[in-house]
């Protein structure tokens, strides 16, 4: 397994794949072009994307494929640049490439569909991908070849925009505002194809984009029009999409993005449905400039309880569970009861919890199964765990593996129990979750 992989500038994203977890393996014709590159050719028709293998057999091949090396790759973003690297293979760099010039990547966000081709002896896997930092974004298709041993024989980065493959510098988007989060999204939870992507920005509005032209179809303003420092969406289609939005007023936000009796409306082809909702939507400033439907959404909650700016806003899988990180070296887990509670504008209960130990800012907290996993500015990982008193304890911490101060990023491998974290000091740390007990606690 890897550690301290590379040592360079700022480790600010992370993100593991293939992901098998929510994700839908679709068959598709993968082949090598002149270049000795991987081309996808695929049906880009809005609705399906795909097209679905009828050979059951094929398929549960390319599962077993896949499950074998799951979480396999590790992308990094280290400035502009994306690296990828063999976690099967002590850690090899397989691929290193340029994908928003002098920008940060800050968020990498891959498709939850893998498609796959057999040819001969070898499998050919390949998954779209965002990158994002700041005002930009590129798109691009991730490939990898596996032989039946589940060596890596070949593994390439290809850039698109709209329907074309590009050159990197014309796969990069300059976007509306800051970037904060990115999801690709469904048209309900129903579908398997991903024909748009939402991205939320620093003055707290959400576009919803078309995958192939990247045109903005819809734009959706919070009625709290204010500065954020973090935003993460919950969801990944249009009946199912929030925000979590953490503003300079030490407050955190939950607002559905897209009203559910639009839905239908907004993203149908019949027009005159579309024109008679468009009376009763509010065109604020920012929206005059961009040609689409754009209207003003209600914050469902308000959480209340910090001290300072907030920095990082998690969702948990189901998303009852919400976790802010702080300027006042805090972080405070939010518990909805149900999706009734969370989706609805109606007083409910919402359980609090408030976990100090950083000796510093921190920047980010994960959620999983058993565990809370956050990032801070003190350069320690810290693992924290209900305790049978119903309080959140540390009961790890990760420090000493980055020099100076800050991690910046955080991924975790929960299959095989390791946490990995990206440092100031552009090395990447590999933790066991098994050892946390040997790990020093304060």
Not at 70 to 97: M, W, Y
Not at 118 to 141: H, M, N, T, Y
Not at 288 to 296: A, E, V
Not at 431 to 437: A, E, M, T, V
Request: aromatic share 12%.
């Amino acid at each position: 397994m890897l550690d301290l992989l590379w040592r360079s500038v700022p480790i600010t994203s992370l993100e593991l794949a293939p992901k098998l977890e929510n994700s839908t393996i679709v068959h598709c014709n993968i082949e090598k072009n002149s270049n000795n590159n991987f081309t996808e050719n695929i049906n880009n028709d809005s609705q399906s994307f795909y097209s679905f293998s009828s050979c059951s057999e094929s398929i549960n091949s390319a599962k077993e494929t896949l499950q074998a090396s799951e979480n396999r790759f590790l992308f990094a973003g280290s400035g502009g640049d994306l690296k990828i690297f063999d976690r099967f293979n002590k850690g090899k760099l397989v691929d290193s490439v340029n994908v928003l010039g002098d920008q940060r990547i800050y968020g990498i966000r891959l498709e939850p569909i893998i498609s796959y081709s057999i040819k001969k002896d070898s499998f050919f896997f390949s998954q779209r991908a965002i990158a994002f930092g700041g005002r930009l974004f590129c798109k691009f298709i991730f490939t990898w070849e596996l032989n039946l041993r589940c060596d890596i024989l070949k593994t390439n980065i290809e850039f698109s925009r709209s329907r074309d493959t590009v050159s990197r510098e014309k796969s990069i988007i300059k976007a509306t505002d800051w970037i904060h989060d990115f999801s690709w999204i469904r048209k309900s939870i129903t579908e398997v194809s991903f024909p748009y992507f939402a991205i939320v920005y620093a003055h707290n509005f959400v576009e919803i984009r078309h995958i192939l032209n990247e045109k903005v179809l819809l734009l959706s303003q919070s009625i709290v029009e204010c500065i954020l420092y973090c935003a993460r969406f919950y969801g990944d289609s249009l009946d199912n999409l929030l925000v979590a939005s953490g503003t300079v007023f030490n407050q955190a936000l939950i607002w559905n993005p897209i009203s559910k009796n639009l839905v239908s409306s907004l993203f149908s082809e019949n027009k005159s449905s579309i024109e008679h909702h468009i009376d009763n939507l509010k065109i604020t400033s920012i929206q005059q400039t961009l040609p689409q439907i754009s209207y003003t959404q209600p914050v469902l909650h308000t959480l209340n309880g910090h001290k300072g700016v907030i920095f990082g806003i998690r969702f948990s899988k189901n998303g009852l569970k919400i976790t802010t990180t702080s300027d006042d070296r805090t972080i405070r887990v939010w518990e909805f009861r149900s999706n009734d509670d969370l989706y609805s504008s109606n007083k409910c209960s919402i359980k609090e919890f408030v976990l100090f130990g950083h000796k510093a800012r921190i920047w980010d907290c994960l959620i999983l199964e058993n565990y809370l996993v956050s990032i801070s500015e003190d350069a320690t990982c810290r693992i924290w765990e209900l305790s049978p008193d119903n309080i959140y304890k540390t009961v790890g911490n990760y420090r000493g593996g980055h020099s100076g101060k800050n991690i910046w990023s955080v991924t975790s491998d929960s299959k095989n129990g390791f946490i990995i974290t990206g440092g100031e000091d552009g090395g990447i740390r590999n933790w066991r979750l098994d050892d946390i007990s040997k790990r020093q606690i304060g």
